[in-house]
């Protein structure tokens, strides 16, 4: 049975960082998701499961780097000048198979199989 368990959120003041674990149960391409007080679960960015490849929201670029380490199956999201905006839970999630490439598609929810639970990050200001 494929999990997908988070780790790593918490409370932050503005400006700070946090880095986000996403532990699976197997090797898989991997993407993060949030979801906002009263607002719609969006994209974060995903990772290739040979970690060649990222891809990222617009919104996320430059603040948000993913990493993976494959002996842990481990995907890591590493968050950076955080702002109050970024508080939500995150969620890992992977779809079945092992892809070739990633891009514009892997923003799409539908493409997941499996998510884990989630992880609060709450930024304070």
């Known amino acids: 049975q494929v999990q997908l368990v988070e780790s790593g959120g918490g409370l932050v003041q503005a400006g700070g960082s946090l880095r986000l674990s996403c532990a699976a149960s197997?090797?898989?391409?991997m993407g993060w998701f949030r979801q906002g007080p009263g607002k719609e679960r969006e994209f974060v960015a995903a990772?290739?499961?040979?970690?060649?490849?990222?891809y990222y929201a617009d919104s996320m670029k430059g603040r948000f780097t993913l990493s993976r380490d494959n002996t842990k199956n481990t995907v890591y999201l590493q968050m950076n000048s955080l702002k109050p905006e970024d508080t939500a839970v995150y969620s890992c999630?992977?779809?079945?198979?092992?892809?070739?490439?990633?891009?514009?598609?892997?923003?799409?929810?539908?493409?997941?199989?499996?998510w884990g639970q989630g992880t609060q990050v709450t930024v304070s200001s």
């Open positions: 999630a992977a779809p079945l198979g092992l892809q070739d490439a990633i891009g514009p598609v892997f923003s799409k929810e539908s493409l997941y199989d499996y």
């Open positions: 197997s090797l898989y391409t």
């Open positions: 990772i290739m499961w040979n970690g060649k490849s990222t």
